[in-house]
């Protein structure tokens, strides 16, 4: 089963605008990333954030990490129509020696020019 | 080269065929992984190896066979699929993590697989 659920499913904002996307998990992680897909291709990484820290930025982006709520954010600021893609958050439950990703539902993100 | 690449791009087969799709990656990665993504859906992981051993095996129906014959190389070998096994099937390859440490996963573009 999967373990993040996403929020919103679908979002759709006018260029420049800011996007934000929401993920929730249920068990403890060891860390939360997160990924882009274009539509019909492979996914992107985007930022990784550890279960230690609380906020992040890379560019455009700025990713924050509540574990007590076991939630996580992405912001996308000044978005593009480029930006138009599906995003997906991604834990890695801790589960003794295995490694594995579980993504998240995903949003559909759509940039209106 | 950060680079996974995919093949076939896309593959149409029967029930009754056998096919292989097959992922290459040279970024010296020793973890490998196959997913399988249903239309507006996430990536469901299936297989992963470690150092060309499988590690993880989703509870795959054995219709799908995977293989790791070196570290560069993963395949998916079908065989007597169903209909609904119809996706896009992703490779992806990471460094093999380290007591919890955070790694990111590259991926390929994916195999757009078509069952009639």
């Known amino acids: 089963s999967q373990q993040g659920e996403e929020d919103p499913q679908a979002l759709s904002i006018q260029e420049g605008e800011n996007a934000t996307m929401n993920c929730s998990y249920k068990t403890s992680i060891n860390n939360l990333q997160w990924y882009r897909q274009n539509s019909g291709r492979g996914l992107v990484h985007l930022i990784l954030?550890?279960?230690?820290?609380r906020e992040k930025h890379s560019g455009r982006l700025r990713v924050t990490l509540d574990t007590s709520k076991k939630s996580s954010s992405l912001l996308i600021t000044a978005s593009r129509a480029a930006d138009t893609a599906s995003y997906f958050c991604?834990?890695?439950?801790?589960?003794?020696?295995?490694?594995?990703?579980?993504f998240g539902q995903g949003t559909r993100l759509t940039i209106n020019p | 080269d950060t680079e996974v690449t995919q093949t076939p791009k896309h593959l149409v087969m029967g029930m009754t065929n056998k096919k292989s799709l097959k992922c290459e990656q040279h970024m010296g990665h020793r973890a490998m992984y196959w997913y399988k993504q249903k239309a507006k859906k996430p990536p469901e992981l299936m297989f992963v190896y470690s150092y060309e051993k499988l590690s993880i095996n989703e509870s795959v129906p054995s219709r799908f066979s995977p293989e790791c014959p070196n570290s560069s190389l993963l395949n998916l070998h079908l065989h007597a699929l169903q209909p609904e096994d119809s996706a896009l099937y992703l490779c992806a390859s990471s460094p093999v993590p380290m007591a919890g440490g955070p790694y990111e996963q590259y991926f390929g573009p994916g195999t757009r697989l078509t069952v009639t």
């Open positions: 991604a834990t890695d439950p801790i589960i003794q020696g295995a490694q594995k990703l579980v």
């Open positions: 954030i550890r279960s230690n820290e």
